[in-house]
């Protein structure tokens, strides 16, 4: 091995035991007690990482949960087109909710008015919520039924006039009705009786008489 190699290998070995010598002795040196104290105060600890992590990670929800509005829950009257609606906002601002069976079915009632109120009369106890929930997604939440229910909508939507406005607002209130039955996993497109049902509604320009 010549001068100059023998030379780099020797400068870092010196330098990998260094290293060393110093992790050792970050291991060896105790944590000093005034930075255990201002850890605590902060609600982690300086050995523990994950624990500093999680604590910050509860701070962070805590403040973003401080600083977003509260979601507003529909009233659910048992029309099966609002169901999503109403059932999504349910979940996540009561359902999904650290709370007992009895606090969210009391929840639950109050949210209710009509036939959906009346479905789930009788269930006056706690031990019942999960019972409560599925009797109104059997009678309101299944698939088949609301999409039969957008397309009751879709046909009961009022023809537009020929003026820019009224084609503008039905063709709003189409996509709407449209987009949820997407979200119920039906695709509206190249579907004969909805683009029948559409095309009916739509103004024919007439032929002009010369006379």
């Known amino acids: 091995m010549d001068g100059p190699s023998h030379a780099i290998v020797a400068s ?3 330098i990998q035991r260094n290293v060393e010598r110093v992790k050792q002795n970050e291991r060896k040196t105790p ?3 005034f930075a255990r104290k201002s850890d605590s105060a902060n609600g982690c600890f300086g050995d523990s990482p994950k624990i500093a ?3 910050m990670n509860a701070l962070a929800q805590q403040l973003l949960s401080a600083r977003l509005p509260e979601l507003k829950v529909p009233v659910f009257d048992g029309e099966p087109t ?3 609606e109403f059932w999504e906002a349910f979940q ?3 359902d999904q909710k650290p709370l007992s069976d009895a606090e969210k079915l009391a929840y639950l009632k109050g949210y209710l008015d009509g036939e959906a109120k009346k479905a789930i009369e009788g269930y006056t106890s706690g031990r019942f ?3 409560a929930v599925e009797t109104l997604q059997v009678q309101f939440g299944k698939t088949d039924s609301i999409v039969r229910s957008f397309k009751k909508k879709l046909n009961g939507i ?5 003026s820019y406005k009224s084609l503008r607002h039905f063709v709003n209130d189409v996509n709407c009705i449209c987009r949820q039955l997407k979200t119920l996993g039906f695709d509206p497109n190249g579907n004969d009786s909805i683009e029948d049902m559409i095309y009916e509604k739509l103004p024919v320009a007439r032929p002009k008489v010369y006379g």
């Open 158 to 162: 009022k023809p537009p006039e020929s």
């Open 53 to 55: 992590n999680n604590g």
């Open 92 to 94: 996540s601002s009561v």
């Open 129 to 131: 919520y999960q019972d």
């Open 12 to 14: 870092e070995l010196v």
């Open 31 to 33: 944590t000093s007690r």
């Open 82 to 84: 609002q169901w999503l």
